[in-house]
């Protein structure tokens, strides 16, 4: 009798053993395959030069003097509120973007009337090239609309983070 439970404890501790390897094998798996995707993520955004402190320094100061439209669109943004990580004033390169969700790589711009001459035009053409170049992709928000209907706006944001819909011309995808 003892033998036999005996035998019956070993038959269940080589199984629980067992199950633990294949949990332990299992999680471990998981674990490689998120490692593997952060590290491609990370090789996406390899174009991206290192901070330096002067931009840093640079994006504390544009935070402190956020427009009126920027602190709107990031109350709404901050804390996951559309379930993604969003940062406000963020260097990339040598430019700093109003916003970023690094986990969808998304850019969010707000412009106001400053955006409308030639020469931000341009300066505005040569900044996307790059990000895009990053493999960031990027949206255009007018002042106007995030302050005067900021639900549309996050419907465009939200647009951007999860359905790839057509965004409506003239904002969106930049």
């Known amino acids: 009798m003892i033998a036999a439970v005996l035998t019956h404890l070993t038959a269940c501790a080589v199984t629980a053993v067992g199950e633990i390897l294949a949990a332990t ?3 471990i798996g998981l674990c ?9 993520r990370a090789s996406r955004l390899a174009h991206v030069p290192p901070l330096r402190r002067e931009e840093t320094h640079r994006a504390r100061v544009q935070r402190a003097r956020a427009t009126p439209a920027e602190r709107t ?7 996951r509120a559309l379930g993604a990580k969003f940062r406000r004033q963020h260097p990339l390169g ?13 850019v969010v711009e707000v412009d106001g009337d400053v955006h409308d001459t030639d020469r931000a035009r341009r300066h505005d053409a040569v900044r996307d090239a790059f990000l ?17 209907t900021p639900e549309r706006a996050l419907a465009i944001i939200r647009a951007a983070l999860f359905d790839g ?6 904002e969106g995808m930049g």
């Not at 040598?94 to 998304?106: G, K, N, P, W």
């Not at 819909?165 to 003239?170: I, K, N, S, T, V």
């Open 132 to 148: 895009v170049a990053c493999g960031l992709r990027i949206v255009r928000l007018r002042n106007v609309t995030v302050l005067q």
């Open 73 to 79: 669109l990031w109350s709404l943004l901050r804390g």
């Open 165 to 170: 819909a057509p965004l409506p011309p003239g």
């Open 94 to 106: 040598r430019y700093i973007v109003d916003f970023f969700c690094c986990d969808a790589e998304l």
């Open 32 to 40: 490689a395959l998120v490692l593997a995707q952060l590290s491609n």
């Open 25 to 27: 094998a299992a999680a």
